[in-house]
């Protein structure tokens, strides 16, 4: 799924692909895919609110609490993310053994599109010639020649990370933060009643950036939405973004695609991670 992480720039493809939940998700070349479809407006949440209590718990055993309920649940994710006037938005379904998503990724008049899937050990995608070119690192004309085409991979290859927490036993790594964890203000989240905690993930250019994770109040604390940043508005260096999850426990069941072209014979160097070369 796509966790929302800043963007990097195109390295290898272990870089240039995403994760799905925060991916947005997580870290996506500068001009990456398209994790899209009509982008909507970032909603970042109330900002945190020091000495707020709103659980019995210590945020920290609240967070450890929200990571098990997610343990082997399916889920649907979105996932929207602005960073250097880069517009990314993801949209995908975990399953046991499958999952897929959608990504689109806008800047300027640039957009990249791509869908990915993986079922059991093997990621395919469907992308056009921008996504294939800036997120894959494929020629100009394997770019044109691919673009619409589904490609496969071994998710054991360093492509796999294009296909990421798409199934559920990877969700709790997806939405994972350090600490030190605090409560923020409690709030009313996409129609639920939630507990806020805070934290912070890593940024790509060092440093952190605060994180704000929405858990069900009543019940099972499940996550219900996840900003990165909140308050900001993604401007020059500043990521803004926000996960929301819906339908946990939904069973997801992919098909693989019935023909395919292997990805890894027009990026060799992928199967040992390295730097890779685009064949010619």
Avoid at 74 to 94: C, E, K, P, R, Y
Avoid at 106 to 114: A, D, N, S
Avoid at 240 to 251: D, L
Wanted: charged share 10%; net charge positive.
């Amino acid at each position: 799924m796509p966790p929302i992480r800043p963007f990097s720039r195109r390295t290898s493809p272990r870089r240039r692909c995403t994760s799905s939940l925060h991916t947005a998700a997580a870290s996506i070349a500068t001009v990456a895919v398209g994790t899209g479809l009509g982008l909507t407006s970032l909603a970042t949440g109330p900002a945190p609110v020091a000495g707020a209590t709103p659980s019995a718990q210590n945020p920290q055993a609240a967070y450890k609490a929200a990571l098990a309920a997610v343990s082997k649940q399916g889920v649907h994710f979105t996932s929207t993310a602005v960073q250097n006037g880069i517009h990314l938005q993801i949209t995908g379904d975990t399953g046991a053994t499958s999952g897929s998503q959608d990504i689109t990724l806008r800047r300027g008049k640039t957009l990249e599109h791509m869908t990915a899937m993986v079922v059991g050990s093997t990621g395919y995608v469907n992308a056009n010639d921008a996504a294939l070119h800036d997120v894959i690192g494929l020629t100009t004309a394997q770019s044109s020649k691919y673009a619409g085409k589904w490609l496969s991979f071994p998710t054991s290859s360093a492509l796999g990370t294009l296909v990421s927490g798409l199934l559920n036993k990877e969700i709790a790594t997806e939405v994972a933060m350090t600490g030190p964890y605090h409560y923020a203000k409690s709030a009313t989240v996409q129609g639920q009643r939630a507990i806020a905690i805070t934290g912070k993930v890593n940024a790509s250019g060092g440093g952190t950036v605060p994180v704000v994770l929405y858990v069900a109040a009543t019940g099972k604390p499940l996550p219900i939405e996840e900003v990165t940043n909140p308050g900001k508005s993604g401007g020059s260096s500043s990521i803004s973004g926000t996960v929301i999850f819906s339908n946990w426990g939904q069973t997801t069941t992919e098909k693989a695609p019935s023909h395919t072209v292997s990805l890894l014979k027009l990026v060799p160097s992928a199967r040992s991670g390295s730097s890779s070369t685009p064949a010619g």
